[in-house]
């Protein structure tokens, strides 16, 4: 087995392409990679990947399960939760998805977004007649182009 350390590569200043593999990741520009995903196409890695996620607790004293690139959960009130990143969005133009209910089974809620800013997420969460309240699960993940 052979075996390369380097510290540093250096590409030229023209498109890149490395192949590990079988699967080529492309270099066509500064801070843009893209590699092969399914079949043919190709998947941007910078706008491709999430910048942020969260497993919520929505219960009691509200609290991360888990999460990724966030630094404080608030509770808000009454199915009003507010989720703060570590490293900023550059701008409200960021895609969202949630998901949760009262048990991990549970599919009948209703969500909405509250407020939307750059530096954190405001989720509002109803039951299915639309009456706010609490979540024990909530999940969502967040893409967009970080500050």
Same mark, same amino acid.
């Not at 092969?36 to 706008?47: D, K, V």
């Not at 133009?93 to 209910?101: I, K, L, V």
């Given at each position: 087995?052979?075996?390369?350390?380097?510290?540093?590569?250096?590409?030229?200043?023209?498109?890149?392409?490395?192949?590990?593999?079988?699967?080529?990741?492309?270099?066509?520009? #500064?801070?843009?990679?893209?590699?092969?995903?399914?079949?043919?196409?190709?998947?941007?890695?910078?706008?491709?990947? #999430?910048? #942020?996620?969260?497993?919520?607790?929505?219960?009691?004293?509200?609290?991360?399960?888990?999460?990724?690139?966030?630094?404080?959960?608030?509770?808000?009130?009454?199915?009003?939760?507010?989720?703060?990143?570590?490293?900023?969005?550059?701008?409200?133009?960021?895609?969202?998805?949630?998901?949760?209910?009262?048990?991990? #089974?549970?599919?009948?809620?209703?969500?909405?977004?509250?407020?939307?800013?750059?530096?954190?997420?405001?989720?509002?969460?109803?039951?299915?007649?639309?009456?706010?309240?609490?979540?024990?699960?909530?999940?969502?993940?967040?893409?967009?182009?970080?500050?």
């Amino acid at each position: 087995m052979s075996e390369i350390i380097l510290d540093t590569i250096t590409g030229k200043s023209t498109a890149t392409t490395i192949t590990i593999g079988s699967t080529p990741v492309v270099s066509s520009s #500064a801070n843009s990679m893209t590699i092969r995903g399914e079949g043919t196409a190709q998947t941007s890695i910078q706008q491709g990947l #999430a910048k #942020a996620w969260v497993n919520i607790d929505g219960t009691g004293t509200v609290s991360f399960r888990d999460s990724f690139n966030t630094s404080n959960l608030t509770d808000d009130g009454s199915g009003l939760y507010t989720t703060s990143f570590s490293n900023d969005f550059g701008n409200v133009n960021y895609s969202f998805t949630y998901c949760g209910g009262e048990s991990a #089974a549970e599919t009948t809620y209703q969500m909405g977004t509250a407020s939307m800013v750059a530096d954190s997420h405001q989720v509002q969460l109803k039951n299915a007649a639309g009456t706010v309240t609490d979540r024990n699960y909530i999940c969502g993940t967040f893409h967009g182009d970080l500050a």
